[in-house]
Structures are given as structure tokens and as C-alpha cells.
């Protein structure tokens, strides 16, 4: 049998072929008081030839490292980011190359886990290098408080919106009902009102609250392993309503699908790929490229940076819970993405 490819992309998606060698628990004999003891310790079974190899596929996205079976693409492993202590390459004794070194503690652990995978064609600092950029997303991301905050904010200036529309709408009935009824009659008190109520919102207005939808649901594919009650996918069904609403009140999908900033994340959609309805999914596709397509996909000057403005003057605190400066998450991911695909062309064209 010939050699694996280096790397495979499945569904937009960076899978790695690499090799299981063996996995220790810290404190878990006399001789493994660290990673320095793990790694002697492999050298030792090197020599004496026992280790078992398994070939697994490893993924890394912004909330976590999974491991799956390469024939059945069953889930091995789950690992957390906030669960990942340590992430390099090292060279055991025993070695000509590198490999992979992963140090895992659940909260659940009281000592942590080393694993060691071979990484004889892709090249563990290759690895290294992806994990740790995504580690250094996660960190520096704030925290889920903060991304809560940052949606409800949004939330509230579409329910606004939708209310404002509600109202219009209400009112151009009333009026459309009157015009019908009393043909010719004198004008009553409150029209003047009425009609001024009746008119809809502005382009701008329209334009600003579809993006924050879009916004939405990136803000949400990065809460997904965070929220639970309601869930992001409760929360992206409960969006599908007032965007229906917009939609509808702006004439078609004609409107929305020009509609560029923000662009959304590969991680939004591949959330929305997997939970929704066929009603939605009908309704997210009419709204065209823009709105079913990362931003991955299109030319990088195609759409300029996204910042979210709000109707109450509220803007996100210029520190992150660690202290450094705040980063839009959603800017954050599309640049983490950015990244996972330079290291996935890279191995394509190997």
C-alpha cells in the first residue's frame, strides 16, 4: 500500500493523517512525574518495540481538537481548547523527526493526559503551528460573557427593527382600511399620524438589520459549545422568523442577497448546513452567494471588515477579560480561518 495523502479537505473542513504512538497520564506511575519523563519513556518503548501505531485523522477548529477513526470517520476524541495545556514538537531520542506532542486535562482529570502522534508526512510543527494559532484565538477571544453581551445587543436592535416594521405595517392597514370605507369623507383626527406610522423604514435601516442577522449567526457558531439553554441552534431557528419578516416587507430576496457585510464565518456555515429546517434552508438559499457562502470563498478585498454599530450608543469595552484589546470575535474567526486555509493549500500543493 502506498502512501496517505498529507492532508485531506472534507467539506471545507482540514483533516490531518497522522499516527497514534501512545498516550501516558501524568502521575499516573512513580516514573512520569512530567512531559520531560512522558517523552523519555516513549524513547524506552521505541527500543524495546512496543508501540502500537494507529492512523487517525486530527481536526482543529475554533472550539476544540477532535480525533476520528480513517476508515469509519467515527469520533474518537473530543478535546476542549480550554482543556489543551501544552501543544509542540518534540524530538525523542529515539526519533528522527519531530512528533506531535498533546497535553489534555479535562476539569473532570486530576492529571493530565500526553499524547504523542508521528507526523512523518505532514510534519508536527505544521500541526503545531495550526493548534497553537487556534489556541491563541481562544485565549485571546474573551470570554463567553462578553460574546453573550455582544448578541444581545444585536438582538435588541432587531427586535426593534421588526417592531418598527410591525407598526408600519398596522398602520398602513388601518389607513388602507379607512381610504376604502369612507371615500370622499373629510380626513379624521390622527391620519396625519397614522400616515406618517404607515411609512416604512429606510433602505439603510433594512440594510443594517439583515447584516446584524448575518452577524448573528457567525456570533452564535462561536457560542455553540458555550450556551446550552436556549442553544445556538434554537437561537438561528429564532432568527429565521423576523428574517422572513424582512425579507418579505423588503419585496423578495432580491434586496438581502446584495446585502455583502459581514461575511459569514466557514464555522457559521457549516452550522446552519446541519440544523436547519427545509423551509429555512429554502429561504437561506434564495438569498444567494453572499449569504450561503463563507467568506473564504471570495476575493479577500470582496467585503471590508465588519463593525457593528448600535441604536442605544453601546460599544464593546476596549479590553478583553485578560486585558489586551478587544477583537471583534467574528473578524477573529474569519482570520483564523483565513489561516486554516493557507496550511491546507499548502498541503494540496505538496
Not at 114 to 126: R, Y
Request: charged share 25%; proline share 5%; glycine share 6%.
Amino acid at each position: 500500500q502506498g502512501p496517505r495523502a498529507v492532508g485531506c479537505v472534507i467539506s471545507h473542513l482540514l483533516f490531518y493523517i497522522l499516527q497514534h504512538l501512545v498516550t501516558f497520564s501524568i502521575g499516573e506511575e512513580d516514573d512520569l512525574a512530567s512531559v520531560e519523563d512522558a517523552t523519555r519513556k516513549l524513547s524506552v518503548m521505541d527500543a524495546q518495540g512496543k508501540i502500537w501505531v494507529q492512523e487517525m485523522l486530527l481536526q482543529v477548529n475554533g472550539s476544540s481538537i477532535k480525533l476520528f477513526d480513517i476508515d469509519s470517520k467515527d469520533e474518537l476524541e473530543n478535546y476542549g481548547l480550554a482543556a489543551v495545556a501544552r501543544c509542540e514538537a518534540v524530538r525523542p531520542e529515539s526519533r528522527s523527526q519531530s512528533l506531535l506532542l498533546l497535553v489534555c486535562q479535562d476539569p473532570t482529570q486530576l492529571k493530565p493526559d500526553v499524547h504523542f502522534f508521528e507526523c512523518n508526512l505532514v510534519g508536527a510543527e505544521l500541526i503545531r503551528q495550526d493548534i497553537n494559532s487556534a489556541l491563541q484565538d481562544f485565549k485571546s477571544g474573551g470570554n463567553t460573557q462578553r460574546k453573550e453581551e455582544l448578541l444581545n445587543r444585536v438582538f435588541d436592535d432587531v427586535e426593534a427593527f421588526v417592531g418598527k416594521l410591525q407598526k408600519s405595517a398596522e398602520a398602513f392597514r388601518v389607513l388602507d382600511q379607512r381610504k376604502r370605507s369612507a371615500r370622499g369623507r373629510r380626513r379624521e383626527p390622527g391620519e396625519g399620524l397614522l400616515t406618517i406610522r404607515a411609512r416604512p423604514p429606510s433602505q439603510e435601516e433594512f440594510e443594517d438589520a439583515l447584516a446584524k442577522i448575518k452577524y448573528s449567526f457567525s456570533i452564535l457558531a462561536r457560542l455553540q459549545s458555550n450556551i446550552t439553554n436556549p442553544t445556538s441552534e434554537e437561537l438561528i431557528h429564532f432568527l429565521f422568523n423576523p428574517l422572513k419578516m424582512i425579507v418579505e416587507s423588503s419585496g423578495g430576496p432580491e434586496f438581502a442577497s446584495e446585502v455583502r457585510n459581514p461575511m459569514l464565518t466557514l464555522e457559521a456555515v457549516t452550522l446552519m448546513r446541519g440544523c436547519l429546517g427545509e423551509k429555512e434552508a429554502e429561504l437561506w438559499h434564495s438569498l444567494g452567494d453572499n449569504w450561503i457562502r463563507p467568506r473564504l470563498d471570495f476575493p479577500r478585498d470582496y467585503a471590508a471588515p465588519y463593525t457593528p454599530t448600535f441604536r442605544s450608543g453601546w460599544e464593546p469595552p476596549r479590553l478583553d477579560s485578560s486585558g489586551q484589546p478587544w477583537e471583534d470575535p467574528v473578524e477573529m474567526q474569519h482570520r483564523h480561518e483565513e489561516r486554516r486555509a493557507q496550511v491546507s493549500n499548502s498541503l494540496l500543493n505538496q
